[in-house]
């Protein structure tokens, strides 16, 4: 039987994604968008729960993304001793009538690239690659003298070229924070744009969002040419006290030619701070920034399983890629 969250429903859904991720944290949180109904721009949410015998076999929820809203987000999950039954079916076509009923957009979900039952699932039910999204954890302890120089002879070159690189903390007056966050929001836009649209954000969202309070004024280094700031990169604080997350990087798009130089001796400065306070350092990059893909592919990154985002075949509205 299908039906709609309750309150009394979060316990037992808690349990169920313990159990379909015993030891994936991550895809865990990533799964826990289970709710009660949201209504409102960028706020949608319905979530439906698939019982037998009196017990939830199954969780599901379509949703609006906020920030991405071009496609509906599906996340289902099926506890490991339902599968096959036809639950996970079930949640899907009653999930996708809320959404439809609203309007054409096409839907979008993600798995483990070596979850094989969700892969199968998505596949079955009309859904095709649309992003694979790398994540692991760099050892500095490994990182051979090669490669440290490597990112002090990119800062050579990034002075050579008459850029100055100074910490978001030390940064002239004249280089406005809003200016900042601008570039973060316009180098994210382009990083996004075929796969998966950015709204568009005003000048309080961007601040909000890159450099928000994960911000670390002191890991959020610049490139600037003359006054204007020509890249970025950043740490950010990560889930724990003594974690970090390698943050957004990117480059103004007059300065594109020289992006591998300047993104380079930035992640540099980022992972000295990292080295020099002992912290781990986790990172994360899609396919569609070649740039921080290129710098870390050359480092020691023990790498997770990958992220594979899948959009559904279908009517839409406003999809540029599908």
């Known amino acids: 039987m299908i039906a709609a969250w309750h309150d009394a429903h979060a316990s037992e859904i808690a349990a169920l994604l313990d159990a379909v991720y015993p030891s994936d944290p991550l895809a865990r949180d ?16 319905r979530t439906l ?48 009538h809320l959404a439809t009923e609203s309007d054409g957009r096409r839907f979008q979900g993600a798995t483990r690239a070596d979850d094989m039952p969700g892969l199968a699932f998505l596949r079955r039910h009309g859904f095709v690659p649309l992003m694979r999204t790398r994540l692991g954890w760099l050892d500095l302890t490994a990182m051979a003298a090669d490669r440290t120089s490597r990112f002090d002879a990119a800062t050579r070159t990034v002075e050579a070229l008459d850029y100055r690189v100074v ?13 900042v966050a601008d570039l973060h929001g316009e180098a994210y836009a382009r990083t996004h744009a075929g796969w998966n649209p950015v709204r568009p954000l005003d ?60 993104v380079t001796a930035l992640v540099g400065r980022c992972l000295d701070v990292a080295r020099r306070r002992g912290n781990r350092v986790s990172v994360e ?29 279908g009517p839409s509205v406003g999809d540029p890629l599908l």
């Open 49 to 96: 729960v698939a019982t037998r015998s009196g017990r939830i076999a199954g969780a599901g929820t379509v949703r609006e993304a906020d920030l991405h809203p071009s496609r509906w987000r599906l996340s289902i999950q099926v506890h490991p001793s339902a599968r096959r039954a036809g639950v996970g079916t079930a949640l899907m076509d009653a999930l996708v």
């Open 285 to 313: 990059v899609d396919d569609a920034d070649p740039v921080l893909a290129y710098i870390l592919d050359t480092l020691p990154v023990a790498w997770e399983p990958d992220w594979l985002a899948f959009a559904r075949l």
């Open 203 to 262: 000048a309080a969202e961007r601040r909000d969002l890159f450099l928000g309070d994960d911000l670390i004024p002191d890991a959020l280094f610049l490139a600037l040419d003359g006054d204007a700031v020509a890249g970025f990169a950043s740490l950010r604080h990560g889930r724990t006290p003594d974690e970090f997350d390698l943050g957004w990087a990117g480059i103004a798009a007059d300065h594109d030619d020289r992006a591998t130089a300047i």
């Open 30 to 45: 990533l799964a826990d968008v289970h709710g009660l109904d949201r209504d409102g721009e960028g706020r949608f949410r």
């Open 167 to 179: 910490a978001f903390s030390d940064r002239p007056e004249m280089v406005a924070a809003q200016r």
